[in-house]
């Protein structure tokens, strides 16, 4: 069983930054799968993928609207993830979640127990 704790998310200025963490524990064993990544939800929209980091070597992928603005880490040892949010605009307001991915995050790949309460950001401008 696998569990998944938002944190870090807050109201900020458009043009700032932001550093989200996710904090994953499995009954005390390591993460042992493909990739760990970030989704969100605007309100009322669908949930859609941000971006998905590879446990196995590293390698990111970046939703489009966020390349070079949001930079995804993981820390293994200590089954954390970060996704620092830099130059924010008022449309990457949303509750973030992290979750298990396979490359590209498809939010419809993620079964309904492995979400968390995510974090809500909110850009003002």
């Known amino acids: 069983q696998v569990q998944l704790v938002e944190s870090g998310g807050g109201l900020v200025q458009a043009g700032g930054s932001l550093k989200l963490s996710c904090v994953a524990s499995a009954s005390g064993a390591p993460l042992d799968y493909y990739g760990v990544g970030w989704f969100r939800q605007a309100a009322g929209k669908e949930r859609e993928g941000v971006s998905c980091?590879?446990?196995?070597?590293?390698?990111?992928y970046y939703e489009d609207s966020v390349k070079g603005r949001f930079t995804i880490s993981v820390d293994k040892a200590k089954n954390t993830l970060w996704l620092q949010m830099n130059s924010v605009q008022p449309e990457d307001t949303a509750v973030y979640y992290c979750?298990?991915?396979?490359?590209?995050?498809?939010?419809?790949?993620?079964?309904?127990?492995?979400w968390g309460p995510g974090t809500q950001v909110t850009v003002s401008t």
């Open positions: 979750s298990l991915c396979d490359g590209v995050p498809d939010p419809k790949r993620v079964a309904p127990e492995l």
């Open positions: 980091i590879s446990l196995t070597d590293g390698s990111a």
